[in-house]
């Protein structure tokens, strides 16, 4: 048997064959695969954790609603009074204009990239605003937005995990995909009622979300985590595995 130096286990002196070896060694990776699959699980649902937390403090679309465009009313007003203060190149008869955004930003050294800055934060605030607003959907409505970003995080983590194990991934119908989602779910502290309940039927969209988004940067955190290579846009294989 060719096994490169160095990569060897240190074996029990009772191994006296090849074949007793080549177990031994099999059965010490499957240790370290398991031992990594067990430290990405705990993080993973320590990040779960989180992520429902945080969920479960974001309000309602209109209390949100309401918040968003309070934020992006103050930042217009002061980006006007920015604006408005800013005085062109005066011409001679033209009367004094106290350089305010002059006075409030000078740090004794050069105050216009501090200016700079501020407009440019100021400026990309109000349009994101207005991104988040014209994104959420106008009726009321229970159902939180962003909706079930959380699912979708438990998902991609679902995915991952299942990939590591079969060395294949799920599809999105896969009911044991499902299941995993359901026990990282519940191990996660998250609510399991209605259609996240015994029969794991709500998983199903959230798997298929998360199986086309394996470029995105949640993705690749989730799949560097458990030492899976990142996937080619486009050339992902789904597994029809049940």
Known sequence: MNVPPGRTPV???DISTEEELVEWITLKLSDVKRIKLENARDQFIDILKRNIEIEDQTPGREKLRDRIQHVEK???????EIIGDWPSIPRINDPPVFPLEKYLLNDGEN???HLHELYAG???LTVRCGEKLSEMPRNKGRTKHPPDGARFLCALMAA???EFVYKERPGHTSKRAHDLCAELWQDANGPTTGQYSDNHSGWRNHLKSALAAQDGRQAKFVRKTL?????????AKKSPKK
Do not use: M, T
């Open 227 to 235: 030492g899976l290579k990142d996937q080619i846009s486009g050339g």
């Open 111 to 113: 105050w216009l990239p």
């Open 74 to 80: 103050i930042a217009g007003e002061l980006l006007a």
């Open 160 to 162: 991952a995990i299942f």
């Open 11 to 13: 074996a029990p002196a």
């Open 122 to 124: 100021l400026n990309f």
